[in-house]
């Protein structure tokens, strides 16, 4: 295959995709020699739209001289049996994974579309939006009054990822997750700001690598104080100061991603997944 050449990749589903694309976006990150072009085909939950997208696959295919890689989570057999006849290479996660699961426990499988990410149970979808409002109503030290009924308390620099660790923490968890950014003019002789030490037990500290933090600011705020890098190194520098000093359990966000930032906060805050699905 030509260095050039980017080996195509389709991520099929009945419904939106997510469960298709994480997880061969996550086999694919073991081939770094090789570029690929991803394309995510969701709601392919007719025979027709089926066969739309096989075409889509053997165009690819005639494009590109090789056989698309074809992650699929469809579950009606019918459009199962036309996606088996494209010109792709089929993976399907259903297949690999139902037929064991039926043989472990002795049933059949509904074989019901788009239960995983459906709506199955108000009280339970309630829940994961009341999480999200909690996390958007105290997000970046807007408020702290609701801190009292928080999961978490996410502190560290500004732009140090703590908005969208708290939001995944408030979408696949159902937790309620707060965040607060410190700066050097927060932190006086290496303690917390009063109105925070109340909340001490449900801290959990970001921290960066401040040439990364100054590249992320810089898109912010071009050309300020705020995004040089002597101000992010003094940032970085005084919180995690503070984090040592306060014993406040953290993590160094550079080269992580959200996912592993939210396990790495459960694990260590021994917190428990909210029921939201």
């Given at each position: 295959?030509?260095?050039?050449?980017?080996?195509?990749?389709?991520?099929?589903?009945?419904?939106?995709?997510?469960?298709?694309?994480?997880?061969?976006?996550?086999?694919?990150?073991?081939?770094?020699?090789?570029?690929?072009?991803?394309?995510?085909?969701?709601?392919?939950?007719?025979?027709?739209?089926?066969?739309g997208?096989?075409?889509?696959?053997?165009?690819?295919?005639?494009?590109?001289?090789l056989?698309?890689?074809?992650f699929?989570?469809?579950?009606?057999?019918?459009?199962k049996?036309i996606?088996?006849?494209?010109?792709?290479?089929?993976?399907?996660?259903?297949?690999?994974?139902?037929?064991?699961?039926?043989?472990?426990?002795?049933?059949?499988?509904?074989?019901?579309?788009?239960?995983?990410?459906?709506?199955?149970?108000?009280t339970?979808?309630?829940?994961?939006?009341?999480?999200?409002?909690?996390?958007?109503?105290?997000?970046?030290?807007?408020?702290?009054?609701?801190?009292?009924?928080?999961?978490?308390?996410?502190?560290?620099?500004?732009?140090?990822?703590?908005?969208?660790?708290?939001?995944?923490?408030?979408?696949?968890y159902g937790?309620?997750?707060?965040?607060?950014?410190?700066?050097?003019?927060?932190?006086l002789?290496?303690?917390?700001?009063?109105?925070?030490?109340?909340?001490?037990?449900?801290?959990?500290?970001?921290?960066?690598?401040?040439?990364?933090?100054?590249?992320?600011?810089?898109?912010?705020?071009?050309?300020?104080?705020?995004?040089?890098?002597?101000?992010?190194?003094?940032?970085?520098?005084?919180?995690?100061?503070?984090?040592?000093?306060?014993?406040?359990?953290?993590?160094?966000?550079?080269?992580?991603?959200?996912?592993?930032?939210?396990?790495?906060?459960?694990?260590?805050?021994a917190?428990?997944?909210?029921?939201?699905?």
């Amino acid at each position: 295959m030509s260095n050039n050449k980017k080996y195509p990749v389709f991520f099929i589903s009945d419904r939106t995709g997510i469960t298709s694309e994480t997880l061969g976006r996550t086999l694919l990150t073991q081939f770094t020699s090789i570029g690929f072009e991803r394309i995510n085909l969701p709601f392919i939950n007719s025979v027709e739209k089926t066969r739309g997208a096989v075409e889509r696959i053997n165009q690819a295919a005639t494009a590109s001289n090789l056989s698309p890689l074809v992650f699929s989570t469809l579950i009606d057999d019918e459009c199962k049996t036309i996606l088996s006849e494209s010109r792709g290479e089929v993976i399907d996660f259903f297949a690999a994974f139902i037929q064991p699961l039926e043989e472990i426990l002795g049933r059949e499988s509904s074989h019901t579309t788009g239960l995983s990410h459906g709506i199955s149970d108000d009280t339970k979808y309630m829940n994961r939006i009341d999480a999200v409002n909690f996390t958007l109503s105290n997000d970046d030290g807007v408020s702290t009054k609701h801190y009292p009924s928080a999961d978490v308390l996410i502190v560290g620099a500004s732009r140090s990822g703590k908005t969208p660790t708290c939001l995944n923490l408030a979408l696949q968890y159902g937790l309620r997750a707060a965040n607060y950014p410190l700066d050097a003019d927060d932190i006086l002789n290496g303690s917390l700001p009063e109105l925070l030490s109340p909340y001490r037990d449900k801290m959990f500290g970001l921290t960066i690598q401040p040439e990364r933090l100054q590249r992320i600011r810089e898109k912010r705020r071009p050309g300020s104080s705020y995004a040089s890098l002597k101000q992010c190194q003094k940032d970085v520098r005084t919180v995690e100061a503070l984090f040592h000093h306060e014993d406040i359990p953290y993590l160094d966000t550079s080269q992580v991603s959200i996912e592993e930032i939210c396990t790495t906060i459960m694990e260590k805050m021994a917190l428990k997944r909210r029921s939201i699905n």
